[in-house]
């Protein structure tokens, strides 16, 4: 459906890191890292789709997170859940909302959400019942 998502930020050097940190935790290969160009990509293993992108807009003016975006990844179980948000904020995220059950979006909907160092809210869902 998708065929790839990009997240402006304006400080590489400082916000790459923590994607770099949560991309792994959630088994996401790094496609590309252009420090010189601001911007890098991810992606699932041998699929060259979707990607996931970071990077300066490309009209180059500042980023600015809105409040309602918000993007989701989707894990298998709730223990990596856990991990990610874990990892999301050792890297310099902030919280959003703890690992949890969500039952007002369905009973196995568990769920962390957190910003990156520059506003961008994400969240990790598990649907699983377990």
Known sequence: MLSHV???IDD???TSPFYVTLMAE?????????AENNWAGW???GKPRPLFLIGKPFDRK???????????????SR????RCYAVALAA??????KPGL????????YGAYFRDPEGNKFGVVCHEAV
Do not use: S, W
Request: with cysteine.
């Open 12 to 14: 590489f050097a400082r």
């Open 62 to 76: 500042p980023m600015h997170p809105g409040n309602g975006p918000m993007t989701a990844f989707m894990t298998k």
């Open 79 to 82: 223990a990596a859940v856990d």
């Open 102 to 109: 969500r039952p007002q979006y369905h009973p196995n909907y």
């Open 26 to 34: 959630l088994g996401l290969v790094m496609k590309f890292h252009e």
């Open 43 to 45: 992606m699932e293993e």
């Open 92 to 97: 310099g995220g902030t919280c959003e909302g």
């Open 6 to 8: 990009h997240i402006g």
